[in-house]
């Protein structure tokens, strides 16, 4: 097996490429995954580009992403793989109406076969010959005993199915996991994972989201804004502004055409960046009161 | 080949003296962790630090709460070189001779120190924090001294906090909202000086003592084992970021096994529909999907003296708990109960939700010791009939009456009417029941009793219950 990657030098360039910008541990971590053939567990607050991971490295290695959305009662059948049963149905009856001559084996061995079974998202990425990049999103949504499913896939990348035996993966594709920590994950798929925390940018970092993302933005107003996000996100608040909602402010403040922001300014448009009414009054008074 | 032969044995030995040392702090790593972190060693450019410590922090770690552990050990362990680059110091200095700072008045490193105060590039704070150190800690080998003592010295000789008034005071002319945005940030730079020159401390301790003997100095309980009862201020502020998603798990799973336990009834229609493409025969029966249900919380908070440590921690939860739960009411007691639902919705921080609580709350009957059975009788009395069959109640205290009389029968009507009952405590299982504590008598009416003196118990509690 050949490593996609150069260095984790090589992964950052990659990323940015593709209108990613990562920090040193991001690439540090997805390079990792690669060379060890482990999956990555992207963990973090809301709007800090987990899924867009995912996506971006799909993108710059040009493989296809196949994404697994986990919700409450996600099982078997929606993540690994559901025999068509209509299908085998209309196989049956097709027999009766042909009157071949099929012993029941025959008939059994035919319907539990390849054309007749229905890959999902899973089963789908360890078959592939093409790359792919493996997403399963918002993990910490199913519950711990289907946590489960995930487990032969993501140490073996291996899908046992009972009729026809064992799907090994012929490629080991990148397989990212992303986490709110609404609940703790097990300590099996901790285990399995390489572990990536992403927070909410630097203001550095962010400075240049900002300046990449919202065309016909000026670095002073840029600058600005980023200093007033990070200065929000000290405040406690049901929910701090995500990455796309600092780009949404900017992209307001530049459709207002406002060069240089000021208080007032900022608390017309906070509710662009906040989206409870208590958090946006808490910001509002922070904001006009006086230094110190 | 294994992983390990290819490299270095030094390296090995540190690297399993490293992973020692984070078993000692409390983080658990298994086996295959460690072997998945030899293995990165061996991709992993070992001249860039950064990608090194992400990689060895992704293999190792998989909790965010541990991780400061691991970066002050990895510190330890793995960077003894001096950090930043001496020739931007020189360059600043307007010296460029290469002899570094000792021609420097103690004046001038001030003046310096508060450039790199503004300014905040990690490059100068590192520059400075070495040349502070060198200057003012007076570090002498083998002197059984602990590190804080000669970051107190540092940072007193370096005057930062006159300093930090200072530009404090610069920020207040530039304006509203730059003075704002200013002040923050020096708050910042200024924090990120004290950790710089904290880890350069650090640095020199090892270089004296060896990293495991220092590492052993600076082990400390990691978050989640610290005691309710004794947090600095430090602490308390992590308590607070990590309450916040403890709360938002206890309101997902409240609601999820609330939704996975009730089984609708028979959707006649459905099941007739689907059985078409079986030739008519209903296999697949559907149910009607369960009225969502609001989880209801109600929290009973004892405020008195004696849990005067844990009563702050218990109004932080309370108060994390009803930015998540729609409905959620909380009552303080004393010897008298109120409720304080409106105080705590009304303000905007916790700390100002435990001063209107302090001041306004009318929590005390006569002396102003707790009396459990005074006040849960008056709670039973004053809002037992609004409590349903939605509502789950959560008791917080030590049930120590001061010789009292319990009263357990109000607790037994809450118990009644309620959905289920909670109760944590904040002292060690051990003292339950001894002297005037009378958990058991209540207890029997709860669904359970739980000890709670730090965020693991608290965890647990949350992810055990039924």
Known sequence: LTPRFESPQAVNELLRGVGYLADESTAAVTFLGDRLGKPVLVEGPAGTGKTQLAKSVAEMTGARL????????????????????????????????????????????????????????????????????LLIDEVDRVEVETEALLLEV????????????????????????????????????????????????????????????????????????????????????????????TLDWARTLVLLSVSHLDAATARETLNVLLKHRSDIERAAKELVASPR | MSAGAQLAGGLLDRFSGFVAEL?????????????????????????????????????????????????IMFELYFSLQPAGPQALFDGLSGGGTGAGTEDLTARELAELAYQALVDGSPEMMAALAR??????????????????????????????????????????EAGQLEGLLLANEYRRHFGSLREHVEAEVRRRLVADRGAQAVARTLRRPLPEDVDFMHLDRDELAALQ????????????????????????????????????????????????????SKPELWALADISGSVAAFARFTLQLVYALSSQFSRTRAWAFIDGI??????????????????????????????????????????????????TGRTTVLVLGDARNNYHSVHPSAMAE?????????????????????????????????????????????????EQLP
């Open chain 1, 66 to 133: 196949i994404r697994l959305q986990c919700y409450e009662g996600l099982d078997e059948s929606k993540a690994l793989y559901e025999w068509n049963y209509k299908k085998q149905l209309l196989r049956i009856q097709a027999e009766q109406v042909t009157r071949q001559e099929e012993t029941w084996e025959e008939l059994e061995e035919d319907i539990f076969s390849e054309p007749f079974l229905m890959p999902r998202p899973l089963l789908e990425a360890i078959r592939a010959t093409d790359p792919v990049v």
């Open chain 1, 154 to 245: 993501l140490s073996d990348y291996q899908v046992s199915v009972p009729e026809m035996g064992t799907v090994k993966a012929k490629q080991i594709p990148l397989v990212f996991l992303t986490s709110n920590n609404t609940r703790e994950l097990s300590e099996a798929l901790k285990r399995r994972c390489l572990f990536l925390h992403l927070d909410y940018p630097p203001p550095e970092r962010e400075r240049e989201i900002v300046l990449a993302k919202v065309p016909g933005i000026e670095a002073s107003l840029a600058d600005q804004v980023v200093r007033t996000v990070e200065l929000i996100r000290s405040l406690e608040l049901k929910k701090a502004p995500s990455v796309s909602e």
């Open chain 2, 23 to 71: 078993r000692a702090a409390g983080i658990p790593i298994s086996t295959t962790e460690v072997v998945d972190a030899t293995e990165a060693l061996r991709h992993l450019p070992l001249e860039d630090r950064t990608a090194l410590k992400a990689g060895l922090a992704a293999a190792l770690v998989k909790q965010d709460g541990h991780r400061q552990v691991f970066d």
């Open chain 2, 131 to 172: 040349s502070a150190v060198d200057r003012f800690a007076g570090m002498e080998a083998g002197r059984p001294v602990g590190g804080s003592y000669y970051v107190f010295k540092t940072l007193r000789q370096l005057e930062a906090d006159q300093l930090l008034d200072q530009m404090m005071s610069s920020a207040t």
């Open chain 2, 241 to 292: 970021r990590n309450l916040q998603p403890l709360a938002r798990k206890l309101a997902v799973h409240l609601a999820r096994k609330r939704r996975q336990r009730r089984r609708g009834r028979l959707d006649f229609r459905a099941t007739m529909r689907r059985s078409l493409s079986n030739g008519g025969a209903p296999a697949e029966p559907v149910f009607r999907s369960p009225h969502p």
């Open chain 2, 338 to 387: 109120d409720e304080v639902t409106d105080l705590l919705k009304g303000s905007d921080d916790i700390s100002q939700a435990v001063h209107n609580i302090n001041t306004q709350a009318d929590v005390i009957w006569t002396e102003g010791h707790s009396d459990y059975g005074h006040a849960l009788t008056d709670f039973v009395q004053r809002w037992g009939r609004e409590v």
């Open chain 2, 414 to 462: 809450i118990a009644e009417r309620a959905h289920n009952v909670w109760w944590l405590n904040p002292e060690p299982r051990a003292y339950w029941d001894t002297g005037d504590s009378v958990l058991a008598q209540y207890g029997a009416h709860c669904a359970g009793v739980w000890e709670c003196r730090n965020l693991r118990q608290l965890r647990h509690f949350v």
